[in-house]
């Protein structure tokens, strides 16, 4: 970390550190909460736009029928691309793949589906404990699982110096606070969550997003734990009446941006330039989910109507409804959903194929093959930022 971008507008402080080998360098500790922020009018504009956008997908949200049902695959797209930061390579088709087979290529697959497990458990576990030090743990805990215990320490803040880039003083891009500090730094940074007196809610996310990560409480999982807290937040707050917006995309697009933006808060104060690409980002990604939201709509109306037919079963129907939840299937999982012979869950499966619903070629793991809804895998996962705004 070089210790000469650091000018006198930081809104923290450097202090001497050790790390594991007992050599010694600079660390950064960031300053308390709430920062002094100056609010110019692109800060006011970006503000405004975030929350018109965010009340038009609230809007479409309360208008569709089950929208539970639209929005189990965002919260996957959202792992996957979460994780994709922080260097994984899994894709949005291997994480249903491997969540109906089991059978998985990399440990990728595993660390993605936590991802998945400490959303859902986060969304639950955040109306019952305020987001503090005890939440981040158990989020940890569930992203953590099946990893290296003793190099990740699952559910516990850290207890040595880490760094953010390669592992020294002078090479690492970013050296958060030593571990003595960590402890301090979450309980202000959960007094200023639920400080009633902060009115700009999404303002307040982005303080607390950086935050977060210029602590880095845990040894791993750090930039994944604050991006939950994101998601986490906003359900919290009953902002959005379903889990509709995922961030995740806009990071992983601008990636090198996203990390500039964080590191020039530490290091020069820049705290307008952050919560205006943090405001853009909600607003573009309230945008992306509207635009999505509309369109797998459609195509389950558009399902429905191909399948209004006397020769169509209400059990087909439900087999459609639980592809949008989850747009992979075999037969022992229709047979099980349906509550049908094998036999008849087959005749069931091949019907969906032969209304193009599902892919006829299936991906065969462990002797069973898994068919795709590959236009409704599609339409989840593809980019729709080159596109024109509906």
Same mark, same amino acid.
């Given at each position: 970390?070089?210790?000469?971008?650091?000018?006198?507008?930081?809104?923290?402080?450097?202090?001497?550190?050790?790390?594991?080998?007992?050599?010694?360098?600079?660390?950064?500790?960031?300053?308390?909460?709430?920062?002094?922020?100056?609010?110019?009018?692109?800060?006011?504009?970006?503000?405004?736009?975030?929350?018109?956008?965010?009340?038009?997908?609230?809007?479409?949200?309360?208008?569709?029928?089950?929208?539970?049902?639209?929005?189990?695959?965002?919260?996957?797209?959202?792992?996957?691309?979460?994780?994709?930061?922080?260097?994984?390579?899994?894709?949005?088709?291997?994480? $249903?793949?491997?969540?109906?087979?089991?059978?998985?290529?990399?440990?990728?697959?595993?660390?993605?589906?936590?991802?998945?497990?400490?959303?859902?458990?986060?969304?639950?576990?955040?109306?019952?404990?305020?987001?503090?030090?005890?939440?981040?743990?158990?989020?940890?805990?569930?992203?953590?699982?099946?990893?290296?215990?003793?190099?990740?320490?699952?559910?516990?803040?850290?207890?040595?110096?880490?760094?953010?880039?390669?592992?020294?003083?002078?090479?690492?891009?970013?050296?958060?606070?030593?571990?003595?500090?960590?402890?301090?730094?979450?309980?202000?940074?959960?007094?200023?969550?639920?400080?009633?007196?902060?009115?700009?809610?999404? $303002?307040?996310?982005? $303080?607390?997003?950086?935050?977060?990560?210029?602590?880095?409480?845990?040894?791993?999982?750090?930039?994944?734990?604050?991006?939950?807290?994101?998601?986490?937040?906003?359900?919290?707050?009953?902002?959005?009446?379903?889990?509709?917006?995922?961030?995740?995309?806009?990071?992983?697009?601008?990636?090198?941006?996203?990390?500039?933006?964080?590191?020039?808060?530490?290091?020069?104060?820049?705290?307008?330039?952050?919560?205006?690409?943090?405001?853009?980002?909600?607003?573009?990604?309230?945008?992306?989910?509207?635009?999505?939201?509309?369109?797998?709509?459609?195509?389950?109306?558009?399902?429905?109507?191909?399948?209004?037919?006397?020769?169509?079963?209400?059990?087909?129907?439900?087999?459609?409804?639980?592809?949008?939840?989850?747009?992979?299937?075999?037969?022992?999982?229709?047979?099980?959903?349906?509550?049908?012979?094998?036999?008849?869950?087959?005749?069931?499966?091949?019907?969906?194929?032969?209304?193009?619903?599902? $892919?006829?070629?299936?991906?065969?793991?462990?002797?069973?093959?898994?068919?795709?809804?590959?236009?409704?895998?599609?339409?989840?996962?593809?980019?729709?930022?080159?596109?024109?705004?509906?």
């Amino acid at each position: 970390m070089d210790v000469s971008d650091f000018s006198s507008c930081s809104p923290g402080k450097l202090v001497e550190a050790l790390d594991a080998l007992g050599r010694r360098g600079k660390a950064y500790i960031p300053g308390f909460l709430p920062p002094q922020l100056k609010w110019s009018a692109e800060m006011r504009l970006a503000q405004s736009a975030a929350d018109q956008e965010l009340a038009r997908l609230d809007g479409i949200a309360r208008q569709i029928e089950r929208p539970e049902l639209l929005f189990a695959n965002y919260l996957k797209r959202e792992a996957v691309l979460s994780s994709a930061i922080e260097g994984t390579h899994t894709t949005f088709e291997d994480l $249903v793949l491997f969540e109906a087979s089991r059978q998985h290529r990399t440990n990728d697959d595993r660390h993605v589906e936590n991802y998945v497990k400490a959303l859902n458990y986060g969304r639950e576990r955040v109306n019952e404990i305020p987001i503090g030090k005890r939440f981040f743990c158990e989020l940890h805990e569930v992203l953590m699982q099946d990893t290296d215990h003793e190099r990740t320490t699952p559910g516990k803040t850290r207890d040595c110096q880490v760094f953010v880039g390669d592992p020294t003083f002078q090479s690492a891009r970013f050296v958060p606070p030593p571990d003595l500090f960590v402890d301090e730094l979450l309980e202000n940074l959960s007094n200023y969550i639920d400080d009633k007196e902060v009115e700009v809610p999404l $303002v307040k996310l982005a $303080v607390a997003h950086y935050q977060f990560e210029a602590i880095h409480p845990f040894r791993d999982g750090n930039g994944r734990v604050g991006r939950l807290l994101i998601s986490l937040w906003l359900h919290r707050k009953n902002i959005l009446t379903a889990p509709m917006l995922y961030i995740s995309a806009y990071f992983e697009r601008n990636k090198s941006e996203y990390y500039d933006r964080l590191l020039n808060v530490s290091t020069k104060g820049s705290w307008e330039d952050w919560v205006v690409f943090f405001l853009r980002g909600v607003a573009e990604q309230s945008r992306d989910a509207w635009k999505r939201t509309q369109r797998l709509s459609n195509l389950r109306d558009q399902y429905k109507r191909r399948l209004n037919s006397p020769r169509v079963s209400a059990s087909l129907l439900r087999l459609v409804d639980n592809l949008f939840d989850f747009p992979v299937i075999s037969v022992p999982i229709a047979a099980g959903a349906l509550g049908v012979t094998y036999a008849a869950a087959k005749s069931s499966v091949q019907k969906l194929i032969e209304f193009g619903i599902l $892919v006829a070629e299936p991906k065969q793991y462990g002797g069973t093959g898994y068919y795709i809804a590959g236009e409704l895998l599609s339409l989840v996962n593809k980019n729709l930022d080159d596109e024109e705004s509906a």
